[in-house]
């Protein structure tokens, strides 16, 4: 009896050492707000994962391989590949990260030497928006592909390995896209009260390069998404808790500034 009950801790030590390495995800996902430097909270709700970004501010989407080997990584933002423009589909193009690496996205791929910059900004000013794609805004999302084989770590930025292209899909959804096609937000964001998107902001320099990658499945091991909305938003869907008490700002005018009435100046 002694012997079964050892056997049996032992095999329940084995399970629960080998637990973590199979549950733990290809790829950490994050968002960091560039203006301020800080990395958005994260707010589980109701099975998603909520961040709050600010109108106006700069953002990057922040990746760590957490394996030995590399991952391919295909980068949705409001339902838009990152990198082609196209309605996102995970057997699409994508970054290569080598074993452990973090390296953060800035923006949309414009080419191989630059990005335009993610910004938060209005609904109806999302790039999705704009190019007649506004179902998914406030959501990123990414999906995470196994190497076939093995190549030596570079350390190097992520380079971009091609995916298959869709025949449902052009090789730019935003050239297809009729220019008054944005015209078409008002109903659809209202009903779904999104208060921002991503916007297509200024060029920066972020050189890259292109490599090959066999995914080992033809389905990704793992997708993530990161909704994300206003701070107020987020207050009226109970993702986070509203704040008690008066919030003071130096530079708003104040209702109780304090004091007692005073007599007011005489003319002369």
């Known amino acids: 009896m002694l012997h079964r009950i050892l056997a049996s801790l032992s095999?329940?030590?084995?399970?629960?050492?080998?637990?973590?390495?199979?549950?733990?995800?290809?790829?950490?996902?994050?968002?960091?707000?560039r203006d301020t430097g800080e990395w958005l909270s994260q707010h589980p709700h109701r099975g998603d994962v909520w961040v709050a970004g600010s109108p106006g501010h700069r953002y990057s989407v922040r990746l760590t391989n957490t394996t030995g080997e590399r991952v391919l990584v295909v980068l949705s933002v409001d339902g838009v590949n990152a990198v082609t423009?196209?309605?996102?589909?995970?057997?699409?193009?994508?970054?290569?990260?080598?074993p452990w690496q973090t390296t953060e996205i800035s923006g949309w791929r414009k080419s191989m030497h630059d990005v335009a910059q993610f910004v938060?900004?209005?609904l109806g000013d999302s790039y999705a928006a704009r190019t007649g794609r506004p179902r998914n805004v406030g959501v990123i999302g990414v999906a995470a592909f196994r190497e076939a084989r093995t190549?030596?770590?570079?350390?190097?930025?992520?380079?971009?390995?091609?995916g298959?292209?869709?025949?449902?899909?052009?090789?730019?959804?935003?050239a297809a896209a009729p220019e008054g096609a944005s015209r078409s937000i008002a109903a659809e964001g209202s009903a779904r009260a999104q208060s921002i998107?991503?916007?297509?902001?200024?060029?920066?320099?972020?050189?890259?390069?292109?490599?090959?990658?066999?995914?080992?499945?033809?389905?990704p091991e793992q997708v993530s998404e990161v909704r994300y909305d206003e701070y107020r938003r987020l207050v009226a869907l109970g993702v986070v808790p509203r704040r008690h008490g008066?919030?003071?700002?130096?530079?708003?005018?104040a209702a109780f500034p304090g004091g007692f009435v005073a007599d007011p100046p005489r003319y002369r």
Request: net charge negative; proline share 11%.
């Open 197 to 219: 998107g991503t916007g297509h902001g200024e060029r920066e320099w972020a050189p890259t390069s292109r490599t090959g990658f066999e995914r080992a499945t033809r389905q």
């Open 151 to 162: 190549y030596y770590p570079q350390y190097s930025p992520p380079p971009i390995a091609r």
């Open 246 to 253: 008066p919030i003071w700002r130096e530079d708003a005018p």
């Open 11 to 33: 095999m329940l030590a084995l399970l629960a050492a080998c637990a973590p390495a199979h549950a733990r995800p290809l790829i950490d996902v994050s968002v960091v707000d």
């Open 85 to 98: 423009g196209q309605t996102a589909h995970p057997s699409q193009a994508g970054y290569v990260l080598e």
């Open 120 to 122: 938060f900004t209005d």
């Open 164 to 174: 298959r292209m869709e025949k449902r899909g052009t090789a730019n959804d935003a």
